[in-house]
């Protein structure tokens, strides 16, 4: 097929990772080890997963006006020659995020305030969207996910249940995680029913959900240790809407996205160990 054009619309976050020994309790001072800064939240590890593979990708997201989003918008509009970087502008600061990644490789996050998202009223280029092989929306605006159902196939997180209830579209797949209780709701919690609730499981099988029941599929490659968890889902959804894109089902976009999740384990930073995607 022809090089398929794929959306993110979402956000992107001004993120400090680094290694810490453990969870700290009241009073503690946590010293970040081997800290750095990279562009990530749900949309922006997403993105950076897709610009990974063969697609025109376009990311529509917004950005604050101060150091931070000057340093998010570098890295981003740097990602590859095939990347298109639509932001809408904002008066507030960008959001800061902290994590640090203890000895099991468990992430903690902690936020400085809400996500920037773009909205249908931004004056951004919206009329792409009709023309995506795939979006994948991790938004907050429930008229800019109106636009992003014109896609020929659209994946929405489990996070925006209340974007979905109030653009009531119903997309080709809604994602989440078993473990997450922001995002393992039951396929009859939406209305309208998407077509697959893909659920994924940690190192077991990914269930995807349809209203006539599940299907277990592939469980992605057994890491031999985890060296960090923060991106594994967010690059997962990425790989999904680049499969998706290329025409495959719900079932084997998920078999071919599980070792993509898989990889970002075996890391702090998940711009360091995701893999390339690439075409059936």
């Known amino acids: ?17 680094g290694r810490a020994e453990g969870i700290p309790g009241p009073g503690d001072i946590v010293h970040l080890q081997d800290a750095r800064f990279l562009p990530a939240g749900g949309g922006g590890l997403a993105f950076a997963q897709l610009c990974r593979g063969d697609a025109e990708v376009h990311l529509f997201t917004a950005l604050g006006r101060d150091e931070a989003a000057r340093a998010v918008e570098e890295r981003i509009r740097a990602a590859n020659e095939r990347v298109h970087v639509h932001a809408a502008r904002r008066s507030a600061a960008h959001p800061r995020v902290v994590i640090f990644v203890d000895a099991d490789g468990r992430r903690t996050i902690i936020v400085t305030g809400s996500p920037l998202q773009p909205a249908a009223t931004d004056p951004l280029p919206w009329s792409l969207l009709a023309d995506c092989d795939a979006v994948y929306f991790t938004g907050a605006d429930p008229e800019s996910l109106r636009l992003a159902r014109a896609a020929r196939r659209l994946v929405v ?18 994602i989440g995680s078993v473990a997450d209780p922001r995002e393992n709701a039951p396929i009859d919690a939406y209305d309208p029913l998407p077509g697959a609730l893909v659920l994924t499981d940690g190192p077991r099988p990914v269930r995807v959900v349809r209203p006539g029941g599940t299907t277990l599929v592939d469980a992605p490659p057994a890491a031999e240790r985890v060296v960090g968890d923060y991106g594994a889902g967010d690059s997962f959804a990425g790989a999904l809407t680049f499969f998706l894109a290329h025409g495959l089902s719900v079932e084997e976009a998920c078999r071919r996205a599980g070792p993509h999740g898989a990889a970002v384990l075996r890391g702090i930073d998940p711009l360091e160990t995701q893999t390339p995607l690439v075409a059936p």
């Open 1 to 17: 097929m022809a090089t398929p054009r794929i959306a993110v619309v979402g956000h992107v976050e001004h993120v400090t990772l």
């Open 157 to 174: 997180t489990a996070r925006r249940g209340a974007a979905l209830r109030t653009a009531a579209v119903a997309p080709e797949v809604v």
